[in-house]
């Protein structure tokens, strides 16, 4: 019987492929134990915010036209507004 290789990519589409089709199990030899985390959690803290349907929509298109998300430019007023306060 043919060893089984591990997939070389970075890619989370053709990851999920594999996986979907292969147990890990079947690759206990090529695992290793890593001394250090290999993801780290964020340190910034979830917040939500209840917009009207109207509002949101309006945040979601001046980010658009931005060409960033509507949480990146809500998080850019929330900063401005604080550094203004000091």
Do not use: C, Y
């Amino acid at each position: 019987m043919r060893a089984k290789k591990l997939p070389n990519t970075d890619s989370i589409q053709e990851l999920a492929k594999f996986w979907d089709t292969h147990d890990l199990t079947d690759f206990a030899q090529a695992l290793e134990e890593v001394g250090e985390p290999v993801f780290s959690r964020s340190k910034h803290a979830p917040l939500s915010v209840d917009l009207p349907p109207q509002e949101l929509q309006r945040v979601r298109r001046l980010a658009r036209s931005k060409g960033v998300n509507e949480t990146t430019i809500v998080r850019e007023w929330i900063l401005q507004r604080l550094h203004q306060s000091l």
